[in-house]
């Protein structure tokens, strides 16, 4: 997921040839808004931490670009294209390192398991929208 500060900051483009020229296949993506009761329910594993306010706040405040992306080992090879949470720490070349600008705005989301994954997925997107 491309998320809010990113899209507003005219990342998208950038971002997705980044994507694409390290081998992923776009399955399916599509542009939206997450409501407010929407961000919430998509973080709600993080219910319990003190940032879950404030994550819901900034993700239900722009637009995001959801997609589902495959390639051999998809989760792990995505982990390493986007960088670490905190751009500070992400290495150089990487999704965070180039276009975030905090731990809290960080540019991305990506699945930590393929079971998120597959989740995941299936919380923005149908059957019919996978390619």
């Given at each position: 997921m491309i998320k809010p500060d990113a899209v507003a900051n005219g990342h998208i483009g950038g971002i997705l040839a980044q994507i694409n020229e390290a081998g992923f296949r776009i399955v399916a993506m599509k542009m939206l808004r997450l409501s407010t009761e929407k961000a919430g329910e998509f973080y709600a594993?993080?219910?319990?931490?003190?940032?879950?306010?404030?994550?819901?706040?900034?993700m239900s405040s722009g637009h995001i670009?959801?997609?589902i992306l495959e390639k051999d080992n998809a989760v792990e090879e995505f982990r390493k294209l986007i960088g670490a949470t905190n751009p500070a720490n992400a290495e150089?070349?990487?999704i965070r390192k180039k276009y975030a600008e905090s731990i809290g705005r960080n540019a991305v989301h990506g699945s930590d398991s393929d079971e998120n994954a597959a989740i995941e997925g299936n919380f923005?997107?149908?059957?019919?929208e996978k390619f």
């Open positions: 594993v993080h219910k319990e931490r003190p940032f879950y306010g404030e994550l819901v706040e900034f670009v959801a997609a150089e070349g990487t923005f997107f149908s059957g019919l």
